[in-house]
């Protein structure tokens, strides 16, 4: 069916150069969508977040240093948030902005990118699908990593390589996709498997002009900064914590990726496409874009969940949406164009004649625009996949509940891996100074030969000054001190709380839950200790994280 779907880029070219109502209403749905994500900008981080701004609140020699035992993957995503940082600060909000500003690219960029290549109709099909879509505006808008950044970078590379996929490698296409496919591997080192299949479009274009020699210019800056990022990633694997995938996941992840909404306008378009040529036997002067265009759309779409999908089976699990975000984009171009096609097919027009084109622009536009005006009015936006925990409201209440109660209390974490986002809003980030600095950290290394239990004002830099995410630990031997009475009292000694923060959907003490130590854990030898000699009070959760007052 497709292959004979007969397209003339020129056409489609002018429609691009033709009526600007389409581009504005593209340019207003990607604000509308944006500001109504906005809402979301100054809520508490959750875990992954809080890594962020502890990350790039250090020094930039402090953050470059980290990389070598830390998210590796995105280091130039960190290494951009540290200048970032140090201007505009690390609030939440802040830290979110430049992912806010990514998704209002990125979803101009795809409609703009399917207008490129099918006309209008196409153009705010795309816009619409991803104005709404859950994963791209819903929770990488207002998180304070990578992903939306990346996206972005992506859709920049692929208007520069659709661009010489028809005008050959001249100067600024060459330039302009060599510096967005670089940005993008450099702010996360998964964007190299939504970049490949652009290469189809540069290979075709170079073709084309007999530039195939030339190519290089667009292959070795990719390939060398992608060569620096495996080794970081691979230095600094933390995706341990990740189950075994099967088939059922990877499907659930492209289901996630292509959105219900995308799906539904593919199934229309195409059913729509199959009957008209049943009734009328052929597809004459339908308007969509060259087959190898095609062909690029869904192998954007595809291949990066298919090429982790099977790195997971053969190698080690690491299948999330996230790392293939870009995919997204392409989805809700691809939905486009095929609705282009079945909107011109059922609705075909004489060669040179503009009228149908107007018609057919102004019914895009009007659809498009009630229908995301009325998700938002219904729904307030697609904003409602935060994540599932609260750590600004577990630091508040930790800090409130010590400062109310009699003598010391410390913090323990169990696991250990959900100590820096917690830590970042008790001692490390710009409201911590804002606390009664009564709460310390049990079991972090000693400050000039102090105690075990850490003076609270030194705890925000023991991480820093170990260029780690982790506060380390003066603990090694947790176990034998755990178990020997005498040295735990040591350790202790002056403690009248402790709140023991960990998981609400794991025990530390489980097999599984070691599964991921980026650190020595010390969560189940602190949890065993506790219950043999101290008295389980109130437990408190926020999300996904429970907090456990113990007492003596």
């Not at 992954?48 to 609140?57: G, I, R």
């Not at 990118?113 to 153009?123: D, K, M």
């Not at 090429?307 to 293939?324: E, Q």
């Amino acid at each position: 069916m497709v292959s004979r779907m007969r397209v003339s880029s020129a056409t489609a070219d002018r429609a691009s150069t033709g009526r600007r109502l389409d581009v504005v209403v593209i340019v207003a749905l990607a604000l509308l969508a944006t500001a109504t994500a906005a809402i979301g900008l100054g809520r508490g981080f959750w875990g992954d977040e809080a890594m962020t701004a502890s990350a790039v609140q250090r020094t930039l020699p402090r953050t470059v240093a980290m990389l070598d035992a830390a998210d590796g993957g995105i280091a130039g995503y960190l290494v951009l948030m540290n200048g970032w940082a140090h201007v505009a600060g690390s609030s939440e909000i802040a830290l979110r902005l430049p992912s806010l500003v990514a998704v209002l690219v990125a979803i101009v960029g795809g409609g703009l990118l399917g207008r490129r290549l099918a006309g209008p109709v196409a153009g705010v099909t795309a816009t619409v699908i991803l104005a709404v879509h859950s994963q791209l505006v819903g929770v990488y808008a207002t998180e304070a990593r990578p992903y939306a950044l990346v996206a972005a970078a992506t859709v920049i590379a692929a208007h520069a390589a659709l661009s010489i996929s028809r005008g050959g490698l001249g100067p600024r296409p060459a330039s302009a996709f060599a510096i967005a496919a670089s940005a993008a591997v450099a702010l996360h080192f998964f964007a190299v498997l939504s970049i490949l299949p652009l290469y189809l479009w540069v290979l075709l274009g170079a073709r084309r002009r007999r530039q195939v020699g030339s190519i290089a210019v667009v292959v070795v800056p990719v390939v060398g900064v992608a060569a620096m990022m495996a080794v970081l990633a691979t230095r600094t694997f933390l995706q341990n914590w990740l189950p075994p995938v099967g088939i059922r996941d990877g499907f659930a992840v492209m289901a996630s990726l292509c959105s219900p909404l995308a799906a539904f306008v593919l199934i229309v378009g195409l059913v729509a496409i199959s009957v008209v040529r049943t009734r009328a036997g052929s597809i004459t002067r339908a308007i969509t874009c060259a087959r190898t265009d095609l062909v690029v759309l869904v192998v954007w779409a595809v291949g990066p969940v298919a090429i982790l999908f099977c790195y997971s089976l053969i190698a080690r699990p690491a299948l999330l949406a996230r790392y293939a975000l870009p995919s997204t984009i392409a989805w809700a171009v691809l939905a486009g164009v095929v609705m282009a096609v079945a909107v011109s097919t059922i609705w075909p027009r004489p060669e040179g004649v503009g009228r149908m084109d107007r018609r057919l622009s102004v019914a895009a536009v009007s659809a498009g625009v009630v229908l995301v005006v009325g998700v938002v009015a219904v729904t307030g936006g697609p904003v409602s996949k935060t994540k599932k925990e609260d750590l600004r409201a577990a630091a508040d209440w930790i800090g409130e509940s010590a400062a109310a109660r009699p003598g010391s209390s410390a913090v323990a974490f169990a696991p250990r891996w959900a100590e820096p986002g917690l830590r970042w809003y008790l001692w490390e980030g710009p409201r911590s100074g804002d606390r009664d600095h009564r709460v310390s950290l049990l079991g972090a290394a000693r400050v000039e030969g102090g105690p075990v239990v850490t003076d609270v004002p030194a705890v925000g830099q023991l991480a820093v000054q170990a260029d780690s995410l982790w506060t380390p630990s003066t603990w090694p031997d947790t176990e034998a001190v755990v178990q020997s009475r005498r040295r735990w009292a040591e350790a202790t000694v002056g403690l009248r709380t402790v709140y023991l923060v960990g998981r609400t959907d794991a025990d530390p003490c489980d097999a599984g839950a070691a599964i991921w130590e980026p650190v020595a854990d010390t969560g189940c030898g602190i949890v065993g200790a506790l219950r043999a000699g101290w008295h389980p009070r109130e437990r408190v959760t926020f999300g996904d994280t429970a907090v456990q007052m113990w007492t003596r």
